[in-house]
């Protein structure tokens, strides 16, 4: 059929660039996500600051997967024990799931408006 290869190159290339902006989408989040913990926890919003080794270790990273299909946004503690804080006392200390779960609908709502 006349034309169908031009058709399809061009969807092709309108998904890898729909990859790539969603990839870049989840970098912006992360690094805003990784700063708002940092900001909030120097106010010692969650565990009373000491050596500021934790604070200084909250990170905000993104896992893309071999092909790029799957985009993880993962919030991490870069001290041994990030683990305790996360999960002792009832999670009173906790940071990572919190500021998650407070942006989930934000980062769904940039998802869904860049795939429309």
């Known amino acids: 059929m006349p034309g169908a290869d031009e058709v399809i190159r061009n969807l092709r290339a309108w998904g890898e660039?729909?990859?790539?902006?969603?990839?870049?989408?989840?970098?912006d989040w992360a690094r805003k996500l990784?700063?708002?913990m940092k900001e909030e926890q120097a106010q010692e919003k969650y565990w009373k600051n000491r050596?500021?080794?934790?604070?200084?270790?909250?990170?905000?990273?993104?896992?893309?997967?071999?092909g790029g299909d799957e985009v993880i946004?993962?919030?991490?503690?870069?001290?041994?024990?990030?683990?305790?804080?996360?999960l002792a006392n009832d999670g009173r200390?906790?940071?990572?799931?919190?500021?998650?779960?407070?942006?989930i609908p934000e980062i769904y709502a940039d998802y869904k408006r860049l795939w429309e």
Do not use: C, F, W
């Open 34 to 36: 990784e700063a708002q």
């Open 17 to 27: 660039q729909r990859k790539a902006e969603g990839i870049m989408l989840a970098q």
């Open 93 to 103: 200390h906790a940071i990572l799931k919190p500021t998650l779960d407070a942006a």
């Open 73 to 86: 946004i993962a919030l991490a503690h870069s001290v041994e024990y990030g683990p305790y804080l996360e």
């Open 51 to 66: 050596t500021h080794n934790a604070l200084n270790g909250l990170r905000g990273e993104v896992i893309v997967s071999k």
